[in-house]
């Protein structure tokens, strides 16, 4: 969803981005970079919000609402995407690098960099999900225990 925002002014040049709340929020994580946090599960909320922040200024409220609720039912999975050290670091600079372009007009750049911030997030908590189901079912010997079990 929030690549779709970025990808909607590639596509159609009169779909702008609103330059104060990219801005707004670019002082945000500025501040953030300055005193990070340590790494918490709490800080998805934060990161949570950049993202609907980056997607809201793209003009489409409809895809925000979507990702607030999105975000809400997957935000037990995520948070331990914050626990790792040195994580949360990288995703203050990634929400920085990612609103810059953004904010100098270098859509198809910053649209590159939300993926790869994406797909680096999927990853981790992936594979920490993975690690922990496998957990799982070598306690509890009889059968395979799935998400949905869970």
Do not use: C
């Amino acid at each position: 969803m929030e690549l779709r925002g970025i990808s909607r002014s590639i596509e159609n040049p009169g779909v702008r981005h609103d330059q104060e709340k990219l801005g707004a929020e670019l002082e945000h994580w500025y501040a953030l970079r300055a005193a990070p946090p340590a790494p918490s599960p709490e800080f998805v909320l934060l990161d949570e919000r950049y993202h609907a922040a980056v997607l809201g200024a793209s003009g489409n409220t409809e895809l925000v609402a979507v990702l607030v609720d999105v975000n809400r039912r997957i935000r037990r999975v995520r948070m331990y995407d914050f626990t790792i050290p040195g994580r949360i670091e990288t995703s203050i600079e990634e929400h920085i690098e990612i609103v810059e372009r953004l904010l100098e007009g270098q859509l198809a750049t910053a649209h590159r960099l939300l993926h790869e911030h994406i797909g680096a997030s999927l990853e981790i908590v992936v594979e920490r999900a993975t690690r922990a189901l496998a957990a799982m079912n070598a306690r509890h010997g009889d059968g395979p225990v799935y998400l949905g079990s869970i």
